[in-house]
């Protein structure tokens, strides 16, 4: 069966610190990945998707980055963190030709 | 963009009642689907209607279509505690998209 782990499940950072968020996906090989954002009470907002290694679809403009060094592993990073990146990241995976996605258990991040 | 919205944002009811939720979204679509996610925690996928289909069962979940409104439901019937979360309804932008466009959900609460 596959199994999608991110970490850490929490992350307190200050201000102008990098960043690094990890997801893993087991039992699959080939998923698309995605990372989403949600903050406190809200819906989520995609912030990028990977349909093969290397490739990177950016949805929002801003600070954060993300890159798939592996066909199942995806990285969400920052250079410089800002209040604003505060939130609920969530990774999900997804087969090619499926519609279904699978979500990881979440990393929230407080930068203070 | 916001693709679906929910209605309402919040449901509080007696445990055992029936729970009905909304969304409706604003382009073609060819799926709908709806998760749940519990409190600081990754979401569930629930059920997926495709664009034929006009009504679709899964245990104490049923899920409505009207391509027509653009709208479907989801109602929770003989409501529990442990259905308290919130439900996302999450539609592609457009046909063949391989990502997905969620709403800002709808909290559920069951009263004991």
């Known amino acids: 069966s596959q199994t999608i782990h991110q970490w850490p499940a929490t992350l307190v950072q200050p201000v102008g610190s990098p960043l690094s968020l990890e997801c893993t996906v087991e039992?699959?090989?080939?998923?698309?990945l995605y990372w989403y954002r949600q903050a406190a009470g809200r819906g989520l907002q995609l912030l990028f998707y990977s349909v093969g290694i290397g490739q990177i679809s950016s949805e929002v403009p801003q600070n954060l980055s993300a890159s798939r060094p592996q066909d199942r592993q995806f990285i969400l990073s920052s250079k410089k963190l800002l209040l604003s990146d505060s939130g609920f990241y969530l990774c999900?995976?997804?087969?090619?030709?499926?519609?279904?996605?699978?979500f990881g258990p979440g990393t929230r991040l407080t930068v203070t | 963009s916001q693709q679906g919205e929910e209605d309402p944002q919040a449901l509080s009811i007696q445990e055992g009642e029936n729970a009905t939720m909304n969304c409706s979204y604003k382009t073609s679509i060819n799926n709908l689907q709806w998760y749940r996610q519990n409190s600081g925690r990754g979401l569930v996928h629930l059920i997926l209607i495709r664009s034929n289909e006009r009504e679709k069962h899964s245990g104490r979940l049923r899920v409505t279509l009207d391509t027509s409104k653009k709208s479907s439901s989801l109602l929770i019937t003989a409501s529990r505690a442990a259905d308290t979360a919130s439900y996302f309804c999450a539609t592609p932008p457009f046909q063949g998209a391989q990502k997905l466009v969620f709403g800002q959900g709808t909290r559920l609460t069951i009263n004991p």
């Open positions: 999900a995976w997804k087969l090619s030709l499926s519609a279904e996605q699978y």
């Open positions: 039992g699959t090989s080939n998923p698309n």
